[in-house]
T-cell receptor
């Protein structure tokens, strides 16, 4: 099976702009989660989508949003970019079933730099 | 809320040394526990997992045992190699929040020849 893919791998934006990141999960997986990774804050959960519905949400401002399509692909959007949004954004997919065996499979990440 | 506390790094070892990275957690109920590894420039890879008390996860010579009484999930390897150099993350996932994992801060391991 192909792994989780994320595009683009690298992005450079300026403050005030908006950005859209894309994630394609493993075939058959219905859950896609997004995480922000920074040296100072570590790995922080943004949100999770399951069958096109947001199922879980972390503590991020409304500038961070996401969606999931019927083929389980997901996008996340950050509007009005701030310098502090510079981070590695990781997408993870899983079957999404509420079971104790539900490990997540991560993509390589999108490195976002805000200037 | 849920939280994971990892041993602070960085950790530097010589090849063939014994490795322990401590991990303790706070969670309601009975979460699943994981160790992930991240190599430079890459995403996270699942290293091992345990889903109930006293379960032992193992992979590539690494082991960790789910200890409910001490709320711990320490990672061990008997003989590390240079190729084990990476960042290691302990994580948990609640049974009713399967798509949301809580991670520790990560421990950077460097193994010298």
């Amino acid at each position: 099976k192909a792994g989780v893919t994320q595009t683009p791998r690298y992005l450079i934006k300026t403050r005030g702009q908006q950005v859209t990141l894309s994630c394609s999960p493993i075939s058959g997986h219905r859950s896609v989660s997004w995480y922000q990774q920074t040296p100072g804050q570590g790995l922080q959960f943004l949100f999770e989508y399951f069958s096109e519905t947001q199922r879980n949400k972390g503590n991020f401002p409304g500038r961070f949003s996401g969606r999931q399509f019927s083929n389980s692909r997901s996008e996340m959007n950050v509007s009005t970019l701030e310098l502090g949004d510079s981070a590695l954004y990781l997408c993870a997919s899983s079957s999404g079933l509420q079971s104790s065996y539900n490990e997540q499979f991560f993509g390589p990440g999108t490195r976002l730099t805000v200037l | 809320g849920d939280s994971v506390t990892q041993m602070e790094g960085p950790v530097t070892l010589s090849e063939e040394a014994f490795l322990t990275i401590n991990c303790t957690y706070t969670a309601t109920g009975y979460p699943s526990l994981f160790w992930y590894v991240q190599y430079p420039g890459e995403g996270l890879q699942l290293l091992l997992k345990a889903t109930k008390a006293d379960d032992k996860g193992s992979n590539k010579g690494f082991e960790a045992t789910y200890r409910k009484e001490t709320t711990s999930f320490h990672l061990e390897k008997g003989s590390v190699q240079v190729s084990d150099s990476a960042v290691y993350f302990c994580a948990l996932s609640g049974r009713n929040n399967a798509g949301k994992s809580t991670f520790g801060d990560g421990t950077t391991l460097t193994v010298k020849p």
